[in-house]
């Protein structure tokens, strides 16, 4: 298993400002994963970040909105950039250990956009 | 395109009044099956993974099952604390490995 801590836990921002949300890991892990869930909904991949590489995005998001850094492999970064309301979500930082597709998460940002 | 139904949106139950909830898929060669547990406002909490047809897993009071078309819950005498959303995820071999999830299926158990 792996522990994931994820900050800050919740934001309020207003509308046109940025976010950068932390996810720290206790081990060492190639893939961490960023999702969405949005009010009522289920989780949507945002994207896949690998540690020396460019992040991979889903269809629907892009760079530009969700920038995200990996300086290591156990640390990432996701930046909620020029927030509007719509952006108001929980934001799930996620990783796979163990060579199989386990997923572990951390306990999420809820951002609300004014 | 792959895609996960769960039903039903919610559930109520009274204590230690058994029930199932149903996760139907449509994927494209499936390589896992997960169950998670979310309670509110935190993270969701890996439960199981299925990869075969079949197979079945138990956890206290929890037993997921999986055929080639669906998976069930079984949620056996619950208690109040078994309250939470749970959801159904796959892994299938035409993605790069990401996880589709379902909706999910708030329970509330009262006592």
């Known amino acids: 298993s792996a522990v994931i801590s994820q900050k800050p836990s919740r934001d309020i921002c207003q509308r046109g400002t940025s976010l950068t949300i932390q996810c720290q890991v206790d081990s060492q892990v190639t893939m961490m994963f960023w999702y969405r869930q949005q009010p009522g909904q289920s989780l949507t991949l945002i994207a896949t970040?690998?540690?020396?590489?460019?992040?991979?995005?889903e269809s629907g998001f892009v760079i530009d909105k969700f920038p995200i850094s990996r300086p290591n492999l156990t640390f990432s970064t996701l930046t909620v950039s020029n927030m509007s309301p719509e952006d108001s979500s929980i934001y799930l930082c996620s990783v796979r250990t163990g060579g199989n597709e386990k997923l572990f998460f951390g306990s999420g940002t809820q951002l609300s956009v004014l | 395109e792959d895609q996960v139904t769960q039903s039903p949106e919610a559930l109520r139950l009274q204590e230690g009044e058994s029930s199932s909830l149903n996760c139907s898929y449509t994927?494209?060669?499936?390589?896992?099956l997960f169950w998670y547990r979310q309670d509110p406002g935190k993270g969701p909490e890996f439960l199981f993974t299925?990869?075969?047809a079949g197979e079945e897993k138990e956890k206290e009071r929890l037993k997921a099952t999986l055929t080639k078309k669906e998976s069930f819950l079984h949620i056996t005498a619950p208690k109040p604390e078994d309250s939470a959303t749970y959801l159904c995820?796959?892994?299938?071999?035409?993605?790069?490995?990401?996880?589709?999830f379902g909706q999910g299926t708030t329970l509330q158990v009262k006592p």
């Open positions: 299925l990869y075969s």
């Open positions: 995820a796959v892994w299938s071999g035409s993605n790069t490995g990401k996880l589709i």
């Open positions: 994927v494209s060669g499936l390589r896992g």
């Open positions: 970040a690998n540690q020396g590489s460019e992040a991979t995005y």
